[in-house]
Nanobody
Framework: VQLQASGGGLVQAGGSLRLSCVVS????????MAWYRQVPGKQRELVVN???????TYGDAVKGRLTLTSDTAKRTMWLQMNNLKPEDTAVYHC???????????WGQGTQVTVSS
């Protein structure tokens, strides 16, 4: 299983970015997809998780500002990030949790930097 994340960049506070993650390979079922973010020296923080075709659950810090969409056939998920804040600065990782074998797969991460 491979996950390819892209779309990060530098944006001013209040701006927007759209991240994408493409999943390839065979992941077992059931599984849960997610975006996490990490700042150096801090624990990885859940941004959003969802099941393909199901509802998304957002972390408290991003509710109302980030929206997840997905295309099951394309095995792609997008994270629309609006009204970005400097505290959103982090490396964003997409992940896939194979619940059948309890294994987590990670993409390489994409840097999001929000300037004040």
């Amino acid at each position: 299983v491979q996950l390819q994340a892209s779309g990060g960049g530098l944006v001013q506070a209040g701006g927007s970015l759209r991240l994408s993650c493409v999943v390839s390979g065979n992941i077992g079922s059931p599984n849960v997809m997610a975006w996490y973010r990490q700042v150096p020296g801090k624990q990885r923080e859940l941004v959003v998780n969802f099941v393909w075709g199901g509802n998304a659950t957002y972390g408290d810090a991003v509710k109302g500002r980030l929206t997840l969409t997905s295309d099951t056939a394309k095995r792609t998920m997008w994270l629309q990030m609006n009204n970005l804040k400097p505290e959103d600065t982090a490396v964003y990782h997409c992940g896939a949790h194979d619940l059948r074998v309890l294994k987590m797969y990670w993409g390489q991460g994409t840097q999001v930097t929000v300037s004040s």
